[in-house]
């Protein structure tokens, strides 16, 4: 799809399967004549019509809504013309068609994904942060995701943007306008204070990226892989947090043959827990199977929670998994079956923030802990809330253009190294942040975003 595409283009904007209400979107240049077209009628801007949807054969399929956007004062910036019947599949489709053979002399088109929120951004509807809050808000899966993503697609992530921006300009100005004169380089640092309003912008953006942070596991979530030997509590602790049985509990060992997913919500974060088999050597064809799955998913993985039993603490088959357990990556000690402990028995477990915890998947003991621990190590603080929604791009522009910024305080701080250089570390800031918002980006990153929206969105 060309970034610059103008052919007229139509959709389902609505999800698949029944509903009460089905949309078709159609949008493109001068679309006034077409709308007459399908309507034997010309529509009023902004206002909603109600009438029948005529086939080019003048039977009636549906009957609704049809709404007429001209631009640009419309989502796209374009013309937009949205057809409101009801939700069934062949209905919709059978509209969708009529519009397709109504509309080929004009070159209207199926959409493809994320092409009308890509529009909106071509003509200067959205900003690209704003336009990746869309998708961001139809996909939220709680409460406090969808009120920052909300703020996000309001603009208030890239008003912070702008205003870093901003500031890193008017350095900039000050900066180049001095490369004219190069006797007064020497004294620019200083007369103009450049290394203060540098350190300035800097614990500006150092604010901005520690929100971004939170907005990205607030996004996000954490990919949690529960690890350890057969009958730990695996799966039992799997359903503690989840609230509800999602795995199969029995004292067999083994049990657990793949990998069970499931996505649970602390303090508005989504954590994504895998249950995975047990850990252990075997002759059974299909555990060991499992077992290489559990080991495959445990590289995956963001945060290892390795679960063992508290009443055999010197087990050396936990001692292996330790061993084996990817570098790098958090792990979580937690002994479970604390309510089976007897007085003297088992593992001691100390205080701190870094200590095994002790728990009881069967009574909950100890799951308040570990759900604080969770997002302790998401980097997550209990209690605040994101203002905005962020994505691993946003987070990596932003400490890209923070590493600039330490470039050009390095040049500030020796005053026998040229202008030139503390100026190309500002312009380089400035390009990283211009990214966020869609100034500067490449056609093929576009592609990469819009292609992972939603058809008709």
């Given at each position: 799809m060309?970034?610059?595409s103008?052919?007229p283009i ?6 698949p399967?029944r509903?009460g ?8 240049p ?9 309507f034997?009628?010309?529509l009023?801007p902004?206002?909603?019509?109600y ?6 054969h ?5 009957e ?10 419309s989502?796209?910036?374009e013309d937009?013309?949205e057809l409101?019947g009801?939700?069934?599949p062949?209905?919709l ?5 009529d ?16 092409e009308?929120?890509r529009r909106a951004?071509?003509n200067?509807?959205?900003d690209?942060?704003q336009?990746?809050?869309v ?5 939220a ?6 009120r920052?993503a909300?703020?996000s697609?309001?603009?208030?992530f890239?008003?912070?943007i702008?205003a870093?921006s901003?500031r890193?300009?008017?350095l ?9 004169f ?12 450049a290394?203060?309003?540098?350190a300035?912008?800097?614990a500006?953006?150092?604010?901005v990226?520690?929100?971004a ?9 954490l990919h ?6 057969p009958?730990?509590g695996?799966?039992s602790?799997l359903?503690?947090l989840?609230?509800e049985?999602?795995a199969?509990?029995?004292?067999i060992a ?8 499931q996505q649970?919500h ?6 994504h827990i895998v249950d995975?088999?047990g850990?252990r ?5 299909v555990e060991r199977?499992g ?5 495959a998913?445990?590289?995956?993985a963001?945060?290892i929670?390795h679960l063992?039993d508290?009443?055999h ?7 292996e998994?330790v061993r084996?357990l990817p570098?790098?990556v958090?792990?979580?000690?937690v002994?479970?079956k604390?309510d089976l402990?007897e007085p003297?028995?088992?593992v ?7 200590a095994?915890?002790?728990i009881?998947a069967?009574t909950?003991a100890g ?5 604080a621990?969770?997002l302790?190590?998401a980097?997550?603080t209990p209690?605040t809330e994101s203002?905005w929604l962020?994505r691993?791009r946003?987070?990596h522009?932003l ?5 600039h910024?330490q470039?050009?305080a390095?040049?500030a701080a020796h005053s026998?190294?040229?202008?030139d250089l503390?100026a ?8 990283a942040l211009?990214?966020i918002?869609g100034q ?5 990153l ?8 939603c058809?008709g969105?």
């Open positions: 060309s970034a610059f103008t052919d139509v959709a389902i904007a609505t999800a399967g509903g209400i089905g949309v078709i979107r159609v949008s493109g001068d679309l006034a004549d077409y709308a007459r077209r399908l034997g009628r010309a009023r902004r206002h909603a019509h009438l029948p949807f005529k086939d080019r003048g039977e009636t399929m549906d609704g809504l049809a709404l007429f956007f001209p631009g640009p004062h989502y796209t910036g937009v013309l409101q009801h939700g069934g062949a209905v489709r059978r509209v969708l068609e519009c397709l053979a109504r509309g080929a002399d004009i070159g209207l088109r199926l959409a493809q994904p994320g009308f929120t951004f071509l200067d509807r959205l690209l942060a336009a990746e809050a998708a961001d808000l139809i996909e899966s709680s409460t406090a995701a969808a920052s909300m703020a697609l309001s603009g208030v890239s008003a912070e702008d870093l901003e890193i300009v008017q900039r100005m000050l900066v180049e306008a001095t490369l004219d190069p006797e007064e380089e020497i004294d620019f640092l200083e007369k103009y204070q290394a203060g309003r540098l300035a912008v800097t500006a953006l150092d604010g990226l520690r929100t942070r939170q907005g990205l596991v607030l996004r996000e979530g949690v892989v529960l690890a350890g030997q009958n730990v695996k799966s602790l359903n503690a989840a609230g049985d999602v199969i509990v029995t004292p083994g049990t657990t043959r793949d990998r069970v997913v649970i602390i303090d508005g974060i989504p954590l995975t088999a850990l050597e075997t002759e059974d064809t199977i077992i290489e799955r559990s080991w998913e445990i590289a995956r963001q945060v929670l063992q508290a009443r603490p010197d087990d050396p088959l936990d001692a998994i084996r570098a790098g958090p792990v979580l000690r002994w479970n604390a402990l003297g028995m088992g001691a477990v100390s205080g701190g923030d870094d095994p915890l002790l009881s069967h909950g799951l308040d802990m570990l759900r621990r969770l302790a190590i980097g997550w209690g203002p962020a691993e946003h987070v522009a400490e890209k253009a923070r590493g910024l470039a050009a390095g040049h026998d190294q040229v202008l503390f190309e570390e500002l312009r380089l800031a400035h390009e211009c990214g918002t500067f980006t490449s056609d093929d576009l592609g990469e975003i819009f292609s992972r929206f058809i969105k």
